[in-house]
């Protein structure tokens, strides 16, 4: 694994977002709801940082099962997401690369009646992208890798990492326990 942004610069980014979603929003209640499982670092800090009255939920949408890195069937599952008619929505997710899983997710959303929906991403990737629409705020944008770290995961692994790095070529054709036991923390 290559490390692409440190603890440090995640966290300086992460304060960025925050401060410019707080001056978008001015002051506002924000109803914040994160794509699970690869948002939840994010909404946990990000959530920490944002100066404004808050409510917070979460929205599963999976395309990813297993060992791949190819694009499934989109599933989305709003149960544990609170009522948003009438309400602010900021929809936080982990990556931005094709577009499809945000797209979808946002389409499913404004069925609900929010006044308004915006849209954060920590990591957009370049070249990836497959539909017209851009994320409102982007932390970082990163070159076309499979990354992990920071809420992000390989066959559910490296969630955890305190920085993102990139898995080479390599590391995804062995078993992932193996790569993991040589990781450099």
Request: aromatic share 2%; hydrophobic share 50%; proline share 3%.
């Given at each position: 694994m290559k490390i692409l942004l440190s603890e440090a610069e995640l966290h300086d980014g992460v304060k960025q977002l925050a401060d410019e979603i707080s001056a978008v929003y001015e002051g506002r209640p924000l109803t914040i709801v994160g794509v699970l499982t690869g948002s939840v670092v994010l909404l946990a800090?990000?959530?920490?940082?944002?100066?404004?009255?808050?409510?917070?939920?979460?929205?599963?949408?999976?395309?990813?099962?297993?060992?791949?890195?190819?694009?499934?069937?989109?599933v989305i599952n709003a149960e544990m997401m609170p009522?948003?008619?009438?309400?602010?929505?900021?929809?936080?997710?982990?990556?931005?690369?094709?577009?499809h899983t945000?797209?979808?997710?946002?389409?499913?959303?404004?069925?609900?009646?929010?006044?308004?929906?915006?849209?954060?991403?920590?990591?957009r990737k370049e070249g990836r992208q497959e539909v017209a629409m851009e994320p409102d705020f982007v932390g970082f944008r990163i070159p076309d890798e499979f990354v992990v770290g920071y809420g992000l995961d390989y066959e559910d692994h490296y969630r955890n990492l305190p920085y993102l790095a990139a898995l080479e070529e390599c590391d995804l054709n062995r078993p992932t326990h193996e790569v993991a036991a040589e990781r450099a923390w």
């Open positions: 800090d990000l959530i920490r940082l944002v100066d404004l009255p808050l409510r917070v939920g979460v929205v599963q949408a999976s395309s990813y099962r297993g060992a791949t890195t190819v694009r499934g069937e989109l009522d948003i008619a009438g309400r602010d929505v900021l929809l936080i997710d982990d990556i931005f690369d094709t577009g945000l797209v979808r997710v946002v389409a499913e959303m404004q069925k609900l009646g929010p006044a308004s929906i915006r849209t954060v991403v920590l990591l």
